[in-house]
């Protein structure tokens, strides 16, 4: 049986603010196999966005594990975390956070020449993603060129360059108008189809999550319910019709750093 790709045990986050504690995370303890499409729903404030901050290295839980492709993520060192988050974990937020001053081919082949790869070895997969994501065409594209649903393609295909295992994406369709955001969730079934990438989505957007094999529901800071709907995937036709309802609006999710700012939407 092959090893899950998540393991959280008992995790739990806590901020501190102005003398106060705020227990964002209550204990929650999950598995996501490896190749699973997760939808991760509930009211604003109940730890969404910081709980994918942690399994995503982004922030560090006060108590608890997570393990990461069998690796233990809990007491390693930030340039480790950095080192695995890289290799490991592709991120797609609410905002695109694309370099205004590259095109679109640049933008995706980002994190490869962070890394110091190649431009020579990067470039092909680049413009295999982007075309992928329907903008093999716009490639040369600077992001105040294209729309907000092209600008957010442009982002999930950098986050695929590396082949991350994981795609963590918080919010992906808060900015876009209904057809738009239907075309975004289309695209990710279309990624774990074709990638097998496992795919852990935040989303206010309940007719999205539906359409998804498994939801997670999280409120006050605890998994509330973990429902799986079987294993299969929805055709094209079924995710449109799903997805009808316009995605809830949610709080920014990209600006978040590390500390008690990370998910000043899911604070209490």
Same mark, same amino acid.
């Given at each position: 049986?092959?090893?899950?790709?998540?393991?959280?045990?008992?995790?739990?986050?806590?901020?501190?603010?102005?003398?106060?504690?705020?227990? $964002?995370?209550? *204990?929650?303890?999950? &598995?996501?196999?490896? !190749? +699973?499409?997760?939808?991760?729903?509930? %009211?604003?404030? @109940?730890?969404?966005?910081?709980?994918?901050?942690?399994?995503?290295?982004?922030?560090?839980?006060?108590?608890?594990?997570?393990?990461?492709?069998?690796?233990?993520?809990?007491?390693?060192?930030?340039?480790?975390?950095?080192?695995?988050?890289?290799?490991?974990?592709?991120?797609?937020?609410?905002?695109?956070?694309?370099?205004?001053?590259?095109?679109?081919?640049?933008?995706?082949?980002?994190?490869?020449?962070?890394?110091?790869?190649?431009?020579?070895?990067?470039?092909?997969?680049?413009?295999?993603?982007?075309?992928? $994501?329907?903008? *093999?065409?716009?490639? &040369?594209?600077?992001? !105040? +060129?294209?729309?907000?649903?092209?600008? %957010?393609?442009? @982002?999930?295909?950098?986050?695929?360059?590396?082949?991350?295992?994981?795609?963590?994406?918080?919010?992906?369709?808060?900015?876009?108008?209904?057809?738009?955001?239907?075309?975004?969730?289309?695209?990710?079934?279309?990624?774990?189809?074709?990638?097998?990438?496992?795919?852990?989505?935040?989303?206010?957007?309940?007719?999205?999550?539906?359409?998804?094999?498994?939801?997670?529901?999280?409120?006050?800071?605890?998994?509330?319910?973990?429902?799986?709907?079987?294993?299969?995937?929805?055709?094209?036709?079924?995710?449109?019709?799903?997805?009808?309802?316009?995605?809830?609006?949610?709080?920014?999710?990209?600006?978040?750093?590390?500390?008690?700012?990370?998910? @000043?939407?899911?604070?209490?």
């Amino acid at each position: 049986m092959a090893t899950p790709l998540v393991v959280v045990e008992d995790l739990r986050k806590m901020f501190v603010h102005m003398g106060r504690e705020l227990h $964002v995370l209550r *204990g929650i303890d999950l &598995t996501i196999e490896q !190749g +699973e499409v997760v939808a991760m729903v509930g %009211q604003s404030g @109940a730890g969404k966005s910081t709980f994918l901050h942690c399994i995503g290295t982004l922030d560090m839980p006060t108590g608890g594990r997570i393990k990461l492709a069998g690796e233990d993520l809990t007491n390693l060192s930030s340039s480790k975390l950095a080192s695995i988050r890289n290799r490991t974990i592709g991120f797609v937020f609410q905002f695109h956070h694309l370099l205004p001053e590259f095109n679109a081919l640049e933008n995706v082949m980002m994190p490869g020449l962070i890394q110091g790869r190649s431009r020579k070895e990067l470039e092909p997969m680049a413009r295999t993603l982007l075309s992928e $994501v329907g903008l *093999g065409e716009r490639g &040369t594209h600077r992001p !105040g +060129e294209l729309s907000g649903g092209e600008q %957010q393609r442009v @982002a999930l295909a950098r986050a695929l360059v590396l082949s991350p295992k994981l795609i963590l994406a918080d919010e992906p369709t808060g900015n876009l108008d209904t057809g738009t955001s239907e075309a975004m969730h289309q695209l990710f079934f279309e990624v774990n189809r074709k990638h097998g990438t496992t795919i852990v989505v935040v989303t206010h957007n309940l007719a999205f999550a539906q359409s998804m094999p498994r939801v997670v529901r999280m409120r006050d800071g605890r998994i509330e319910a973990d429902e799986r709907r079987g294993a299969s995937l929805p055709d094209a036709s079924t995710a449109a019709a799903a997805s009808v309802a316009p995605a809830a609006e949610g709080a920014p999710a990209s600006s978040r750093g590390a500390g008690a700012t990370v998910d @000043a939407a899911d604070n209490p």
